[in-house]
């Protein structure tokens, strides 16, 4: 068997806002914008720069309870992982443009991590691994 994940869902309250954000402030590529007619909504596509993996499914929130969940898909807990190749780099670029860092770089035995919120108030960890450890199964 061979699967992947392509897409995760992220509830927003805007399409137009989001894509914004993520292209402007975290300088992620717009995959896809279209309109469906047929379900009065819109399949919006986002991925960071040179991204191979999963994609970021923009889903507008259509009723009070997906409205209750934007900015706290995880109940506070990080949400998204971002991977980079210079987490301080990242952390520079990104805080010059406005994003708001819970937690500045931080080394660990793994690679260096920063914790930082969307636009909504999701929770991401922005990642740099080590040469030598992986991030998978490390539970973070």
Known sequence: MN???IHVALVVDDYDEAIAFFTQTLSFELVEDTYLEDQGKRWVIVAPPGS???TLLLAKASTQEQRSRVGNQTGGRVFLFLHTDDCRRDYSTMKAKGV??????TEFDYGTVAVFEDLYGNKWDLVQSNENHSMHGKGI
């Open 100 to 105: 708001s860092f819970v937690r500045e770089p």
């Open 52 to 54: 191979k993996g999963a």
């Open 3 to 5: 699967q992947s994940l």
